[in-house]
């Protein structure tokens, strides 16, 4: 099992920034990618920002290229986003997610999750 653990929301004015952390646990010796998803209420859940733990290659949403930058550091089985010039539609709960290999990745599939965090963005 793998147990991932978000820490580093909070509230900001819009234009500010906020970076979040997600430490993961437990076997993590085969995870193929993190991710960051976020929910707010009465949306969709969204997927924000994903990266290839063994090619550091990612994606991003639309509405946050350019904006927020995903980063890994798989020494301490961490990922982190980095989020700037945010914007009160960027409001959400925002949650850490695990693809238990790679093949889970590709197929958009995501077996491990983190409780959320919660980012709030004021105008």
């Known amino acids: 099992q793998v147990q991932l653990v978000e820490s580093g929301g909070g509230s900001v004015q819009a234009g500010g920034s906020l970076r979040l952390s997600c430490a993961a646990s437990g076997n993590t010796h085969n995870i193929g990618c993190k991710g960051w998803f976020r929910q707010a209420p009465g949306k969709e859940r969204e997927r924000v920002a994903i990266?290839?733990?063994?090619?550091?290659?990612?994606y991003y949403s639309p509405s946050v290229k350019g904006r927020f930058t995903i980063s890994q550091d798989n020494a301490k089985n961490t990922v982190y986003l980095q989020m700037n010039s945010l914007k009160p539609d960027d409001t959400a709960m925002y949650y850490c997610a695990a693809g238990a290999e790679l093949g889970s990745c590709y197929l958009g599939r995501y077996q491990y999750w983190g409780q959320g965090t919660q980012v709030t963005v004021s105008s």
């Open positions: 990266i290839y733990t063994g090619s550091g290659g990612t």
